[in-house]
Every structure is written in C-alpha cells, then in structure tokens.
C-alpha cells in the first residue's frame, strides 16, 4: 500500500478534508493529537476496526478509544451517561481524559474489542477536532505504533513504523503531553481509574469528589488482572534489555554507573542509561546517555519518554537502565508507562 505522508500546519489545511473523506469510505489515517499520535478509522464500521488491529498488530481483545469532537455527541454512542461524566467533560474535554460507559448497539464489537462497554475522548488537538468533524463520523483511533513498540510522539515515528501499512500519515510535529490520555471507568458508583495520565487521581478527585483506582495498574500487582485490557501487555518497549533502578538517588546513581563500568570483558553490548538532566553527566561511560529532561519540569520529561525509547533502538543499545522519575503528578503515569516497556524488571536497591 502507498501511505500518503502530508505535514500539515493548522486545521484549516485542505488535506484534512481529504483524510476526512478517507476515514468515510472505509480508509485508515494516521493524525496528532495532544497526547500521542493516533491511527484512525472510522469507529461506527466493523470492518474499518478489523483493518486498524491488522495494521498495528494489535491483539483483537484490545479496545479502541472512540474520538469525538463536541461532548453532544456522547449520547450517540454511550447509554446511561452519568452526571458526573459531564462534571468530568465541562472541566477536562476537550483534552487528555478519556471515559469508559455502556455503549449504545451503534458501537460495534470490533470496535470494542467484544466489550459492551466504549471508551470515548474529546481531543484538544485542533488538526484532531478537524479530522473528526471532516470525516462526518466517529473515529476509533489507538495510538499509531507497531503494537508493543513505543508510542509514536511525532510524524517520523508513525512514519517508522505505519509507512506502506495505512493510507495516510498526518504530520504535525511533536505532540505537546507525549503520553497517552488518562482512563477512568464511568460505569462503578464511583468511577475508577484504569491508566494513569496528563488528568491525574488529585485533578480529579478535585473534579468529582471519591475516585478509586485499578489496584492491578496502580500498585503494580503483578497477579492482578488490570480492567483496561490495554494495561495487560508488554507494551512500550525497546528492542534492548531495559530495567528500572528504583531506590536512594545516590545508590541508583552509584549502581547504574557501575554497571556501565564494570561490563564483563569481550561483551561487546552497547549500554544506554535513562537519566534526568541533574544526573546525566554521571555516566560517562555508558554508550548513550537519554537526558529524559529536568526533575523540575515532569511535563517535558513525559513528553520525552518514547522518543528515548526509540532513540535506544537507533543507538542499537543491548542494555538499558533508567533511573525512577517520582515526579509529583505526573510520576505515576511516567512509571507506569516506563515500568510496562521493562516487562515489570524493577531492580530495588
Ligand atoms: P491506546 O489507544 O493505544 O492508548 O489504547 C487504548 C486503551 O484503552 C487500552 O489500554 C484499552 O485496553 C483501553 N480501553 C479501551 N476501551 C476500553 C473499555 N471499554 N474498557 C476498558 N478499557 C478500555
Ligand atoms: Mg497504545
């Protein structure tokens, strides 16, 4: 297949009508949005969700968020919409939260992975809102990454890893939040939270008052099933061995640059070190340093996480270590995307 690469600078450009066209009859477009990019089809149409698990790889139990583009559209696809769902949507959509309801029988169960349940967001992402609105449907849109691959943050990701497997390709730059959105569960008494995102559990028990949380996500219970069935797989991952050093800052540092110093002779692995900027001088000998950015600014450490990732592949790195990011809001959606790509290899000190 010819994939259709367009970088694309503001809403009003006329290749939006033609992706919007595209997704109608039945096509897949790659698009921004301000969490990660997005691979959409139209999510009202069975056979346009089959095409969207086939290009990524994606295990079919594994359901698409729906992306809508006015908060009057959610009655169109979700039953029984609680009022604190529109408490949550007047104060966070458009943006990085997405709700799971019932859903209405237009949702098909290619769509939703065979659940009776769908997972709806607003995006803020204009192109985004563009696309949606242009395409005159619903649009079912996991993020554009070979499933288990990093997710992509910008256009030369998506093109890495969808080129000759979709349509089209929107390119738009770097995504501003660079991690996936927030998830919580609309359909218990009292909504729970089944990934952590930008819209953290503070932001919205301030919203809405008593929120639980996914113990199988949140704890990192291993034996725990999580409910966001997303959560259950490997997922994010570098093509190198990659654990996270967890622990005194001092000894993860000590720990991590012995490891770089220490390697057995004729080895002959490459080794790569995850760090904030504080710390990135610490080891000179690794053979590529990720400044993921300063323990100041979470935002831009989030951002860049998968870029990292990715980068680790190029630099053909065999052994990765990273250091834990506790950042204050945004820390436990950054560990919980990192502790997923280390396949749960935590080294405790
Ligand atoms: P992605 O779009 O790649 O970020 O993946 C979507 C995430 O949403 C996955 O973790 C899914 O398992 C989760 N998800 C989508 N729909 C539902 C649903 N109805 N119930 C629970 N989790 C869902
Ligand atoms: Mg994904």
Known sequence: MNTIYVKVKDAGDAAIGEAGRMIRSGGLVAFPT???????????????????????????????????????????????????????????????????????????????????????????????????????????????????????????????DMDGRIDMIIDSGPCEIGLESTIIDMTEEIPVILRPGYVSEQMLRDAVGDVGRDPAVFDEDTTARPKAPGMRYRHYAPKGSLAIVSGDRDKVISYIRRQTEERPAGEGKRYGVITCTQDAGMYPLADFVADAGSLEDENEIASRLYDLLRRCDEEKIDVIFSEEFDTPRMGSAIMNRLIRAAGHNIIKL
């Open 34 to 160: 301000e969490t990660v990019y997005g691979l959409g089809g139209n999510a009202l149409d069975p056979a346009s969700s089959k095409k969207i698990y086939e290009a990524k790889g994606r295990p079919s139990d594994n359901p698409l968020i729906v992306h809508i583009a006015d908060t009057a559209d959610l009655e169109q696809i979700a039953e029984s919409v609680p009022p604190a769902a529109y408490v949550l949507a007047k104060k966070f959509w458009p943006g990085p939260l997405t709700m799971i309801f019932h859903k209405k029988p237009s949702v098909p169960y290619e769509t939703t992975g065979g659940l009776d349940t769908v997972a709806v967001r607003f995006p803020s992402h204009p192109i985004a809102q563009a696309l949606i609105k242009a395409s005159g449907t619903f649009i079912a849109a996991p993020s554009a990454n070979v499933s288990g691959r990093p997710s992509p943050t910008s256009g030369e990701h998506v093109l890495s």
